[in-house]
């Protein structure tokens, strides 16, 4: 039972370019989240969703895209990277049962330059 | 719209001493409150949470935290802090009466432990 995993751990992009982040979750999780972590900023959260083929926005959502196609995946694309979006990036997942308590990945950590 | 405030940045504290890590929210209806941990260069581990119940709440670590519905307050302690204590520490607030409910961060506080 991995729990949730993230890809990549690590990434340098150049300004413009495209890149997306893969999240995976085992637990058979409905709703999943993507956020944004900045230096004394705390977590925002950029996109969820409550199930597969439904998203909806969050708090900084402008300059990604999201996808959910299968249940236990949450793709966060970038389609033209920009410094701003230099950041560290946590998916988590949580049930329908107890939505509230939500299950962390390890993060990926974004640089663009 | 909910919010949460963390008093204080950073916090050092020294081995053995008192830890307390101050949290607020905004709402008039008592949210889900959440305390996480995040160790560096890794991601966030839930230490404890209020739902309902006991309004004094252990967490993991010897950790607790106590809600306190007239101050909206859900403040962390420890007796006795230890090295492995050095972390950031998020407080997190759900929306109890909503279905999907994403969580809503404070701005983190940094607890270091001088030996």
């Known amino acids: 039972n991995a729990g949730v995993t993230q890809t990549p751990k690590f990434r340098v992009l150049k300004t413009g370019q495209s890149m997306t982040l893969l999240c995976a979750q085992d637990?058979?999780?409905?709703?999943m989240y993507w956020y944004r972590q900045d230096p004394g900023m705390g977590l925002r959260l950029i996109h969820y969703?409550?199930?597969?083929?439904?998203?909806a926005k969050g708090e900084v959502p402008d300059g990604y895209n999201v996808s959910r196609l299968k249940k236990q995946n949450f793709l966060l694309g970038l389609e033209s990277a920009a410094p701003s979006q230099t950041s560290v990036y946590f998916c988590?997942?949580?049930?329908?049962?107890?939505?509230?308590?939500?299950?962390f990945g390890p993060g990926t950590r974004l640089t663009v330059t | 719209a909910q919010s949460v405030t963390q008093l204080g940045s950073h916090v050092s504290v020294s081995e053995g001493a008192l830890v307390l890590l101050r949290c607020n929210y905004s709402s008039s209806v008592p949210p889900y409150l959440f305390w996480y941990v995040q160790y560096p260069n890794q991601g966030l581990q839930l230490l404890l949470k209020?739902?309902?119940?006991?309004?004094l709440v252990k967490g993991i670590n010897g950790f607790e935290a106590e809600f306190k519905k007239s101050e909206t307050s859900f403040h962390l302690t420890k007796p006795s802090a230890h090295m492995s204590d050095a972390a950031e520490y998020f407080c997190?607030?759900?929306?109890?009466?909503?279905?999907?409910?994403?969580?809503?961060f404070g701005k983190g506080t940094r607890l270091s432990v001088i030996a």
């Open positions: 988590a997942s949580s049930s329908i049962r107890v939505s509230y308590e939500q299950y």
């Open positions: 637990m058979n999780h409905e709703y």
């Open positions: 209020y739902t309902t119940g006991a309004t």
């Open positions: 969703s409550v199930g597969e083929g439904t998203t």
């Open positions: 997190a607030v759900s929306d109890r009466n909503s279905g999907n409910t994403p969580l809503v």
